[in-house]
């Protein structure tokens, strides 16, 4: 028993590994690419439950193939990138909500 006490333990320490660089790499994803793109443009960005959305001033969603933007289309892509062992989450539900310009006033 002490042995897959030991074992169990090592896979603790391996999951919390790989959570926190999860989320280093979703805070610099967010940082470099969702964040500037919602600035730019005063998009909302809000995320959670295994998904996430861009939503307008009107709160209304916006989706890929209705804006053939390159730059929107290269987000999307990485936000859609599943992450093993989380289930049912892409990179873009783990990333925190962005709120549009006039809400941060």
């Given at each position: 028993?002490?042995?897959?006490?030991?074992?169990?333990?090592?896979?603790?320490?391996?999951?919390?590994?790989?959570?926190?660089?999860?989320?280093?790499?979703?805070?610099?994803?967010?940082?470099?690419?969702?964040?500037?793109?919602?600035?730019?443009?005063?998009?909302?960005?809000?995320?959670?439950?295994?998904?996430?959305?861009?939503?307008?001033?009107?709160?209304?969603?916006?989706?890929?193939?209705?804006?053939?933007?390159?730059?929107?289309?290269?987000?999307?892509?990485?936000l859609e990138k599943s992450i093993?062992?989380?289930?049912?989450?892409?990179?873009?539900?783990?990333?925190?909500?962005?709120?549009?310009?006039?809400?941060?006033?």
């Amino acid at each position: 028993m002490k042995q897959l006490e030991k074992e169990l333990d090592e896979l603790d320490e391996l999951w919390e590994t790989y959570t926190k660089r999860v989320y280093e790499v979703v805070e610099y994803y967010f940082t470099e690419y969702v964040e500037p793109f919602c600035k730019k443009r005063n998009l909302q960005f809000i995320a959670g439950m295994g998904t996430w959305s861009m939503l307008t001033k009107n709160g209304r969603a916006i989706y890929p193939e209705e804006h053939p933007n390159k730059k929107f289309q290269e987000i999307t892509n990485i936000l859609e990138k599943s992450i093993d062992g989380f289930s049912d989450n892409n990179l873009g539900s783990l990333m925190p909500d962005f709120p549009r310009k006039e809400e941060t006033k």
